[in-house]
């Protein structure tokens, strides 16, 4: 298809698709002794109550420092490790020390402080997963109402009856469950129909918007009030600016989540934070 765009053209396409691919393969081979050599860390995002400035609760994300790749994003190494059946392992991995953390920061507070954790399309492939997370909370000895899963439309575009009985026996469990990037993706308004979820994340890219342009302050205000007409709770994430956290207050939005409010830190870190604003 670089045909008629002159030979460096094509010659610069096949450069570009060989690094790609040798990237790629060598991203492959390193997460694949990752979890074993323990080049894994979780860190934590607080969760702030928008009306009251105190932290309710923390989402846990995945970083990988590899000595020959130095940090590699989750959004580059992620997909990698649900293509190759990884995740399963490391999402496994995840739980735990999340879990482990949060009971840590229950009881140092004495609160039910809540943690969300992300699960990939890939782990409801596993038919041990609602018996494993059942299984992690046990060991925590965390309440199952303080767990929330994250989950994108794409967990849920393939409609097979095993995710949705899965989210159903998790639901059931008194996990809450969460849509995560709400807004990003197809036919959200259908699932939320369809599907035992608590609450709605809205993007970072329509909260970005939110001051300055009209339909993105529009859009926020509908999904907000379309959540909380079907009783789900609403979670903004990626705020950065004081205006934004006004704005979201302004239209009754219940929880925020963004750098103004914290960047992901270290457990450490994390447990040594006080809960009041
Ligand atoms: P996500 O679940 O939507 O997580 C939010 C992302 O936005 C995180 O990126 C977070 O660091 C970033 N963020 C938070 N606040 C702000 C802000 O104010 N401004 C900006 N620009 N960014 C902000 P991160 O950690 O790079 O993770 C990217 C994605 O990778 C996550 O998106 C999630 O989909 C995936 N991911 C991360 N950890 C895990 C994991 O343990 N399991 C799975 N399955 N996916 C994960
Ligand atoms: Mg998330
Ligand atoms: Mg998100
Ligand atoms: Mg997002």
Same mark, same amino acid.
């Given at each position: 298809? #670089?045909?008629?765009?002159? &030979? !460096?053209?094509?010659?610069?396409?096949?450069?570009?698709?060989?690094?790609?691919?040798?990237?790629?393969?060598?991203?492959?081979?390193?997460?694949?002794?990752?979890?074993?050599?323990?080049?894994? +860390?979780?860190?934590?995002?607080?969760?702030?109550?928008?009306?009251?400035?105190?932290?309710?609760?923390? +989402?846990?994300?995945?970083?990988?420092?590899?000595?020959?790749?130095?940090?590699?994003?989750?959004?580059?190494? %992620? @997909?990698?490790?649900?293509?190759?059946?990884?995740?399963?392992? %490391?999402?496994?991995?995840?739980? /735990?020390?999340?879990?482990?953390?949060?009971?840590?920061?229950?009881?140092?507070?004495?609160?039910?402080?809540?943690?969300?954790?992300?699960?990939? @399309?890939?782990?409801?492939?596993?038919?041990?997963?609602?018996? !494993?997370?059942?299984?992690?909370?046990?060991? #925590?000895?965390?309440?199952?109402?303080?767990?929330?899963?994250? %989950?994108?439309?794409?967990?849920?575009?393939?409609?097979?009856?095993?995710?949705?009985?899965?989210?159903?026996?998790?639901?059931?469990?008194?996990?809450?469950?969460?849509?995560?990037?709400f807004g990003t993706g197809y036919s959200s308004l259908n699932y939320l129909?369809?599907? @035992?979820?608590?609450?709605?994340?809205?993007?970072?890219?329509?909260? *970005?918007? %939110?001051? /300055? +342009?009209?339909?993105d302050r529009e859009l926020v205000n509908a999904a907000i009030a379309m959540?909380?007409?079907?009783?789900?709770?609403?979670?903004?994430?990626?705020?950065?600016?004081?205006?934004?956290?006004?704005?979201?207050?302004?239209? !009754?939005?219940?929880?925020? *989540?963004?750098?103004?409010?914290?960047? @992901?830190? &270290?457990?450490? &870190?994390?447990?040594?934070?006080?809960?009041?604003?």
């Amino acid at each position: 298809q #670089a045909k008629g765009l002159g &030979r !460096n053209t094509y010659s610069y396409f096949n450069e570009e698709m060989n690094r790609d691919v040798s990237r790629r393969l060598e991203l492959e081979q390193e997460i694949r002794g990752a979890l074993q050599r323990k080049e894994f +860390e979780v860190v934590y995002q607080v969760q702030v109550n928008v009306s009251s400035g105190q932290i309710t609760g923390a +989402e846990a994300l995945l970083r990988w420092f590899n000595p020959k790749l130095g940090q590699v994003s989750p959004v580059e190494f %992620i @997909p990698i490790a649900e293509q190759t059946g990884l995740i399963v392992g %490391i999402g496994e991995f995840v739980l /735990t020390q999340a879990l482990s953390v949060l009971a840590n920061w229950q009881q140092q507070h004495e609160c039910a402080l809540k943690m969300s954790v992300n699960l990939s @399309p890939r782990q409801f492939r596993d038919t041990q997963l609602v018996d !494993n997370i059942h299984q992690a909370l046990i060991q #925590a000895g965390v309440a199952a109402n303080c767990l929330e899963l994250e %989950i994108t439309e794409g967990v849920l575009m393939s409609g097979h009856s095993y995710i949705k009985k899965a989210l159903s026996a998790l639901s059931g469990l008194g996990i809450h469950l969460s849509m995560d990037d709400f807004g990003t993706g197809y036919s959200s308004l259908n699932y939320l129909r369809h599907y @035992p979820f608590d609450v709605l994340k809205i993007d970072r890219s329509f909260v *970005q918007g %939110i001051t /300055t +342009e009209s339909t993105d302050r529009e859009l926020v205000n509908a999904a907000i009030a379309m959540a909380h007409s079907l009783n789900l709770t609403v979670v903004a994430e990626g705020v950065e600016t004081p205006a934004q956290l006004q704005l979201l207050k302004s239209l !009754n939005c219940d929880f925020a *989540q963004g750098y103004l409010l914290g960047k @992901p830190c &270290r457990s450490t &870190r994390l447990l040594a934070l006080e809960l009041m604003p």
